[in-house]
């Protein structure tokens, strides 16, 4: 769990926890416990994802994956910890339990992760749908939560809902575009097999723009937060 959870992380998801507290005109702080719970889930999915029955590697981060480090059935189980005691972190909160529970799992990221093994994705909209299970909801649920944790009024957390909504697209496009020399690139579930390059790029810019407006209405508590959508606008890790 330690290996995994203090691998070298970008902390994305914590951070829009914190940052969309504070642009909810909340605390960052009132949001710690949620940014741990989401990296805590976050992380677990990573580690099962690497597992030989989904995408098999065995490397994550420049070190080894979980199970390659300490065996399948560890990571199975560091993995399964990491998942149980996000929600111990967060079980005081119900609304965060509920998000949680709701974006994590077959609704959320679990179901979008089913859609990915299953694999045959025919077109851009079927993409679109699940991606933002598998990795959007997660994303999204991250911003949201920090609001909810803030106790912010609920005209802010919506907009940051559908600011949510936007960063977790923006966020598959741009993980595509830096996948784009590897062979994922080819298969069905990435952007780069139905769009060009530079159509990826275009759609890139303009859910980054579309994601900015909607941070317009939260005016400059959400200075930060804008400011991160421009790092993973442009981001190259
Ligand atoms: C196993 C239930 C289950 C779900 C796995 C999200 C996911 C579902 C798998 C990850 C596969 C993947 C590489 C998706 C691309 C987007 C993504 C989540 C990238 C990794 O997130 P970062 O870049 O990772 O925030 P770091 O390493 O910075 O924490």
């Given at each position: 769990?330690?290996?995994?959870?203090?691998?070298g992380?970008?902390?994305i998801r914590?951070?829009?926890a914190?940052?969309?507290?504070?642009?909810?005109?909340?605390?960052?702080?009132?949001?710690?416990?949620?940014?741990?719970a989401i990296?805590?889930?976050?992380?677990?999915?990573l580690?099962?994802?690497?597992?030989?029955?989904?995408?098999?590697?065995?490397?994550?981060?420049?070190?080894p994956?979980c199970?390659?480090?300490f065996?399948?059935?560890?990571?199975?189980?560091a993995?399964?910890a990491?998942?149980?005691?996000a929600f111990?972190?967060?079980a005081?909160?119900p609304?965060?339990?509920a998000?949680?529970?709701?974006?994590?799992?077959?609704?959320?990221?679990?179901?979008?992760?089913?859609?990915?093994?299953k694999?045959?994705?025919?077109?851009?909209s079927?993409?679109?749908?699940?991606?933002?299970?598998?990795?959007?909801a997660?994303?999204?649920?991250?911003?949201?939560g920090?609001a909810?944790?803030?106790?912010?009024?609920?005209?802010?957390i919506?907009v940051l809902?559908?600011?949510?909504r936007a960063?977790?697209?923006?966020?598959?496009?741009?993980?595509d575009l830096?996948?784009a020399d590897?062979?994922r690139?080819r298969?069905s579930?990435?952007?780069?097999?139905?769009?060009?390059a530079?159509?990826?790029?275009?759609?890139?810019d303009t859910?980054?723009?579309e994601a900015?407006s909607f941070?317009?209405?939260?005016?400059?508590?959400a200075?930060?937060?804008?400011e991160?959508t421009g790092r993973?606008?442009k981001?190259?890790?």
């Amino acid at each position: 769990m330690r290996y995994a959870l203090f691998g070298g992380g970008k902390r994305i998801r914590p951070q829009l926890a914190m940052l969309g507290a504070e642009a909810a005109g909340g605390n960052a702080t009132a949001a710690i416990p949620w940014a741990m719970a989401i990296e805590m889930v976050h992380t677990y999915s990573l580690i099962h994802d690497d597992l030989p029955a989904m995408d098999n590697d065995d490397m994550r981060r420049g070190r080894p994956t979980c199970h390659r480090a300490f065996g399948e059935a560890n990571a199975i189980l560091a993995g399964d910890a990491l998942l149980t005691e996000a929600f111990a972190v967060i079980a005081q909160d119900p609304a965060l339990t509920a998000l949680l529970a709701q974006a994590a799992g077959g609704q959320g990221m679990v179901g979008g992760q089913v859609s990915d093994v299953k694999g045959k994705i025919k077109n851009l909209s079927e993409l679109e749908r699940m991606q933002a299970a598998k990795t959007g909801a997660l994303i999204q649920a991250a911003v949201m939560g920090g609001a909810i944790a803030s106790h912010a009024p609920s005209m802010r957390i919506e907009v940051l809902q559908k600011f949510g909504r936007a960063l977790g697209l923006l966020f598959q496009l741009t993980d595509d575009l830096l996948d784009a020399d590897q062979d994922r690139a080819r298969d069905s579930n990435s952007f780069l097999h139905h769009m060009s390059a530079e159509k990826v790029l275009e759609r890139r810019d303009t859910v980054a723009d579309e994601a900015r407006s909607f941070l317009a209405h939260l005016g400059s508590a959400a200075a930060p937060l804008l400011e991160l959508t421009g790092r993973i606008q442009k981001r190259n890790q």
